[in-house]
């Protein structure tokens, strides 16, 4: 059931010319497809088509059908023996139901519309193909359907005609003009809205650019277009690619899996990454269109022109992708800035995607589906577009770039292009390409120890010890890596071997005012020393150091590492207030937040000692004003729950929940007048803007108005119905409802909520925020969950829906599903999910995957419910996949 990344062979043949036509009906698809095959060796190997949920009607060769003992048909495969022509043509008619497919994987109903979804193996739910991505074909692809239902008919490349038919009926046809991978094979069909633009690209091409919304949609997709064209731009001056279309659509979808999909021509996207205006979309949400917008676009170069040889490789085009658009959007933030607004904003940028690694991959990391980025064997390849292949898979990228620098990483990119432009390869590849700059850089030195980060994983441990020698005046640092078993590793016998890893590990030194001090490192005086740790411990000294120095360690997060250092309190509050890397100063004042609040975890009765001295390092950050609003919001955040949560060992989620709600509370209290300064300093007026100086001016201010509503009194709670009240945008207005919502008195709560849901209610994206609002808050209970569940929007079937209030609830509100009752909650949507959206379902179940770190009482609670689940007949291959690994771990 298991496949191998060693078990991979080429394709015996090779489908030049893939011709498709299509009678469109939501009930049931004809589908006529046309292959023209050639033999790639001499094998003599069987012709084997994938096909899933699909009617097999009629198959024919050369124009002669076969009769059905001339192939071979299973649940799952269509066999042709092999014949002794070099080439020949394949015709297959089948047909397939979008109307029942509840997956959403291949061709489904959403509204009125018809969509696809082919990565990563939905292409064979539409017809019999090699659905493998180092298949690739040009595609020809003709739709026929009823002209009032669906009068745009869209798919890949250009449109080369259109015509109506008879009975009402039209017809379009597309062709590609570049070979691709059927998991890039796109069509929509359905009525819309197009907002559109031509633009000229690099070398003087005209490009025709489309948003595609539902109508009464199309005032929400400026911003998406726009962005489209800053990721055109973005990637010709950054990165020399230009776009290789005369045409390049975007369609909004309002179910759909995942966020968004990079079909070669025609992205579609989930609704919540294309639609924004002031009114109904945040800051965050503009931010995501930008971010996700620039992704798929990417892929274009960084995924479809050059592509994957197998899944395997996903992290290939994901964590390069990922890297790619995440320096684009640091490029968005920071563009017309000051230089140290721009470090700043950047900083801003790489802490959000820290944080986002550390919430999700870090615990992956640790857990029984831990994995390399690329992964060695899987069940279902769906349940591999992780956290890991993406986030962590773009942070090995980000060491290659730190270790070649940005021009030595634009040349190595340069060279992968060069080299692999229109083929499916490996991750290798890419490495060899980078590794071609790197040795020219550094005679007599490679990349193939750096390589295994591909095969190696979990999350290393660096531990750091210092030397100082006052007589002679020197420095010894010596880091030392640990790399222990993870996952299944932990139950092998004899243990896997892990090998150290090469670490780029970012050094900085502060004396004990908070001054820099400059290293010499490698011949070079610098403020920042990059040190390459290859062994398991290693050693450098540095000269003319007079005192004892703070370290300021990993700044930027330059590896993907946990560091072990132990630091006083008093450190920790010099590098908040002093160190000059800005996510290494963040990242002081977060270790010390979450110190008090581990403190407080432990000894409940006494608190922590050092309170007192966050209060005061907090009250210094708020008045210092060389930092910017964005920063000040993140470096005055607590740590998330989730973080937190990662810290207690066992997991202790309710104690998180109150610790973390007191804390604030406290800091609210406290600091109250200095809140409403900052409160009062960041308001903005004229209109609503996105950018990012704006969006952190309101991110402190709706900061500083959590803290005085969770600080408790009156005072607090009717400056929040204020704010909500006289709130002009999304941002200001979901801020305030979430402060209700969280800290509120309960007639406050829900008159807001129904105020906001009568305003809001004809908008699915701001009613899926209503739902998770709610859902996440520590005041709303399981049975106010059920509740909502029988509310007439509620729907399991729309993943967004479901995403907002069953996962919302799972996953962040800490405080309310840990119960018995809570686990059997979350067991019992599992199951309702797998019948109908196994992808989904087998998401939501990892929500538990760790459930062997919780505390005893919760453990034993969380493992019956996994019992439950796997008790059950009939499970997804997805779920059973995770099921496994999760009960098998223990
Ligand atoms: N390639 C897409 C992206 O990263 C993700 C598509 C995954 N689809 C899926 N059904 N698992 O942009
Ligand atoms: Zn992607």
């Not at 070079?524 to 150091?545: D, Y």
Request: glycine fraction near 6%; hydrophobic fraction near 40%.
């Amino acid at each position: 059931q298991s496949i191998s990344r060693h078990d991979y062979r080429p394709y015996p043949y090779r489908i030049t010319h893939a011709d498709l036509q299509f009678d469109l009906q939501a009930d049931a698809t004809r589908v006529h497809t046309r292959l023209s095959v050639e033999s790639a060796d001499a094998s003599g190997q069987a012709l084997v088509l994938n096909g899933e949920d699909l009617t097999l009607e009629q198959v024919a060769l050369d124009g002669r059908t076969l009769s059905p003992d001339e192939y071979t048909l299973t649940e799952n495969t269509l066999t042709l023996a092999p014949g002794t022509l070099p080439a020949f043509t394949l015709e297959i008619t089948s047909l397939c139901r979008p109307a029942d497919n509840t997956q959403l994987m291949g061709l489904y109903v959403s509204g009125n519309s018809l969509f696809t979804q082919c990565e990563a193996e939905g292409f064979r739910r539409i017809t019999w193909f090699p659905d493998r991505p180092d298949v690739m074909s040009r595609y020809r692809v003709t739709l026929r359907a009823d002209k009032q239902r669906y009068p745009l008919l869209l798919s890949n490349g250009n449109l080369l005609e259109s015509r109506d038919l008879p009975d009402g009926r039209h017809e379009a046809v597309w062709e590609d003009p570049h070979p691709k991978p059927c998991y890039l094979f796109a069509l929509v069909a359905g009525d819309f809205a197009c907002r559109e633009q031509t633009i000229q690209t690099r070398s003087g091409r005209d490009a025709l650019l489309q948003v595609y919304s539902d109508h009464g949609s199309e005032h929400q997709t400026e911003w998406a277009l726009d962005s489209l064209v800053r990721s055109v731009r973005w990637d010709e001056t950054r990165f020399g690619l230009e776009l290789d279309l005369d045409r390049f659509m975007i369609v909004a979808a309002r179910d759909f899996n995942m966020g968004a999909m990079e079909n070669k021509g025609l992205n579609v996207f989930n609704s919540a990454y294309v639609l924004a205006d002031p009114e109904s979309a945040t800051d965050a949400s503009y931010h995501a269109i930008e971010a996700v917008i620039g992704h798929e676009y990417f892929h274009n170069w960084t995924g479809n022109r050059v592509t994957c040889r197998d899944w395997f490789q996903l992290s290939l085009k994901e964590g390069l992708t990922v890297f790619r658009d995440q320096e684009f959007s640091a490029d968005m933030m920071t563009h017309g800035l000051p230089e140290a607004e721009a470090q700043s904003a950047r900083a801003v940028k790489r802490i959000d995607d820290v944080t986002a690694l550390r919430i999700a991959q870090f615990p992956e990391d640790a857990g029984p589906m831990a994995h390399p980025i690329r992964p060695e064997s899987y069940q279902s390849i769906s349940n591999f577009y992780t956290a890991t292949i993406y986030e962590k898979g773009a942070e090995i990228i980000r060491m290659q770039h730190t270790l070649l620098g940005e021009e030595g990483f634009r040349a190595g990119m340069d060279e992968y292009f060069r080299r692999h432009d229109g083929q499916a390869v490996t991750c290798d590849d890419f490495l060899s390409a980078m590794e071609s700059v790197y040795v020219r850089q550094n005679p007599g030195s490679t990349l193939e120890q750096f390589r295994r980060w591909y095969s190696q994983a979990g999350t290393p441990r660096v531990k750091v010890t210092l030397a100082h020698d006052a007589a002679a005046q020197t420095l010894r640092v010596t880091l030392e890596q640990r790399n222990p078993p993870v996952g299944i590793e932990t139950r092998q016998n004899p243990p896997v071997e892990k090998l150290p890893l090469h670490i780029p590990f970012a050094l900085g030194l502060l004396d004990g005012e908070g001054k820099e001090l400059s290293l010499t490192h490698k011949g070079v005086k610098q403020a920042t020393a990059l040190l390459e740790l290859r062994e398991k411990s290693q050693t450098w000294t540095f000269e003319n150091i007079a005192e004892q120095p703070v370290p300021s360690l990993l700044r930027g997060f330059s590896a993907p590492v946990i560091v072990e250092y132990e630091r006083t309190p008093q450190e920790l509050a010099l590098l908040a207030r002093h160190d000059t890397d800005a996510f290494a100063r963040w990242e002081a004042a977060q270790s010390l937040a979450t110190r008090v609040l581990l403190d407080s975890i432990s000894r409940p009765e006494s608190g922590s000692p050092d309170e007192q001295l966050l209060i005061d390092t907090w009250e210094a950050l708020l008045q210092d004003g060389s930092l910017t609003a964005a920063y000040r919001s993140r470096i005055l955040s607590l740590p998330a729950e989730r973080e937190l949560l990662e810290k207690t060992s066992p997991l202790d989620p309710l104690a998180v929940v109150e610790a973390r709600r007191r804390l604030i509370g406290k800091l609210g209290d406290a600091l109250a007048p200095f809140w409403m300064t900052a409160y009062e300093d960041n308001r903005i007026d004229g209109p609503y803007a996105p950018d990012a100086a704006s969006s952190g001016k309101r991110s402190m201010r709706n900061l500083a108005l959590l803290y005085l509503m969770a600080a408790g009194g009156q005072g607090g709670q009717e400056l929040t119905l204020e704010h909500y009240d006289a709130a002009r945008n999304m941002t200001d207005r979901m801020a305030a409802l979430g402060a209700l919502v969280q800290y509120g008195t309960p007639e406050a709560r829900s008159e807001r909520l129904q105020h906001f849901y009568t305003q809001w209610r004809h908008n699915p994206l701001v009613i899926d925020r209503w739902f998770a609002v709610q859902a996440a808050s520590a005041a709303t209970s399981l049975a106010d969950v059920r509740q909502l569940m029988t509310h007439p929007d509620f729907s399991l079937r729309n993943p967004n829906r479901a995403r907002s209030l069953i996962f919302q609830f799972c996953t962040n509100n800490l405080r309310n599903v840990h119960s018995r009752e809570g686990h059997s909650f979350w067991a019992e949507q599992v199951l309702a999910l797998d019948a109908l959206n196994p992808e989904i379902s087998s998401r939501l179940a990892r929500v538990f995957e760790n459930w062997q770190r919780f505390t005893p009482v919760l453990r034993d609670s969380l493992q019956q419910a996994w019992r439950h689940i796997q008790s059950q007949p009939a499970l997804s291959s997805n779920l059973s996949e995770i099921v496994n690994k999760a009960l098998s771990a223990q």
